[in-house]
């Protein structure tokens, strides 16, 4: 087969630095390269990536392929544009072209076979937290792509009922989990002291690890830690009238819509000093800033698969994370569930948590149990079957 491979997801193609569709992205197309010698792909990059960051993926049975055109790409209007990309598509006689995202759209002229990756629907189950723009062009553009496909990869049962739900795609698409990074799996804390100390982290924290929007719940997140801080602070003053609350709570993520102004949500709820926030951190420092975290906390209010808690499992984490469908589903028996909507039962799932150190030992041995059950080698060999079906 003459396998096409979109990963124009991919802006940043370093082990450990890209997210989200690029996490995926990379990983799949590292895995599936390892695995399958005998195949051709073509790998369709975006322009702005180097060279020289993908001579990784430059095997014997690769081709790598820039687009969308970097001489034309400021000048030419989309439909001129994808007009191009689909000459250059019809020119590599492809036998499959996997888009692994559908922001990354198939030209509506290709006639070849094609597979569309969905990892997130949360524009439609929550339009609220996104801008309105942002909606209307991702509603649009979901809609051609499940149109285009002849099959439909799906990271988690979840996403396929809401394909099914919403598109009515059910029956031609299949459930094929992602994985997580085994770095995580490692025992080494090397480098936290300093890693910790430049973010200003004195002792302990609760983490946060994602982009920081609307639909990571991060104001009622804020709102539940004010709480939290107020009835620890309680309790402990009862014995020791002199006692400090020693609790930071940790924002780890790049910025997202509305981020500006969680910082000075924070101030107004009196949390300032505990708060940091912290920015996009990648690479070698994400992995101590885990594994010294007391326990993540993911309130989201959607979730299309979740590698962040598969992460933290892995890092021998325990985890606080919403009582959502996707949730429920990757984490199995190995996450601690919270109202994500009732900030008054959240912050009383965090002081518990805090306080209640056996149930945290016990969720961090299921968890690292359950992080066994999912890889990168098994997503590329799920792949590479429904390739063949689709090709057969």
């Excluded at 009835?231 to 003053?237: A, C, G, P, V, W």
Aim: proline letters at 4%.
């Amino acid at each position: 087969m003459r396998i096409g491979i979109d990963a124009r997801t991919i802006l940043n193609p370093k082990e450990g630095e890209a997210i989200g569709a690029g996490h995926y992205t990379y990983q799949l197309l590292k895995n599936i390269l390892e695995i399958d010698r005998e195949n051709e792909y073509v790998i369709f990059f975006d322009f702005r990536v180097r060279e020289k960051d993908v001579r990784k993926f430059t095997l014997p049975n690769t081709k790598i392929i820039f687009y969308p055109f970097s001489d034309y790409y400021k000048y030419l209007p989309g439909a001129y544009n994808e007009v191009l990309t689909a000459s250059t598509l019809a020119k590599e006689k492809l036998d499959l072209l996997h888009s692994t995202s559908p922001s990354s759209r198939i030209p509506t002229t290709y006639k070849g076979k094609t597979i569309v990756t969905f990892h997130n629907l949360s524009i439609y189950k929550i339009p609220e937290c996104y801008p309105r723009a942002r909606f209307l062009r991702n509603k649009i553009s979901y809609q051609m792509m499940v149109n285009k496909a002849d099959k439909i990869i799906a990271v988690s049962e979840s996403i396929k009922k809401d394909l099914e739900e919403i598109f009515g795609a059910g029956d031609k698409t299949e459930v094929v989990y992602g994985g997580f990074d085994k770095r995580f799996l490692e025992d080494s804390e090397s480098g936290s002291e300093r890693v910790l100390g430049k973010l200003g982290i004195e002792g302990k924290y609760i983490l946060f690890l994602g982009t920081l929007e609307p639909s990571k719940n991060i104001t009622r997140m804020l709102e539940a830690f004010a709480l939290f801080k107020k009835k620890t602070i309680s309790l402990n003053r009862k014995e020791n009238k002199n006692y400090k609350f020693d609790y930071q709570l940790l924002l780890v993520g790049k910025k997202g819509w509305l981020a500006g102004e969680y910082p000075q949500i924070a101030e107004d709820l009196g949390i300032e000093k505990e708060v940091v926030f912290a920015g996009y951190i990648i690479g070698d420092e994400i992995l101590p800033i885990l594994k010294k975290a007391e326990f993540l906390l993911l309130p989201s209010l959607y979730e299309g698969f979740g590698t962040t808690v598969l992460e933290a499992f892995g890092a021998g984490i325990p985890t606080m994370i919403s009582d959502i469908p996707s949730l429920r589903e990757i984490s199995g028996e190995a996450g601690y569930f919270i109202n994500p909507i009732n900030t008054e039962e959240m912050s009383e799932a965090i002081l518990k948590f805090s306080q209640d150190s056996d149930l945290r030992r016990e969720l961090r041995e299921r968890g690292l149990k359950r992080a066994e059950d999912f890889s990168w080698e098994k997503t590329a060999r799920e792949t590479l079957k429904i390739y063949k079906k689709l090709i057969a």
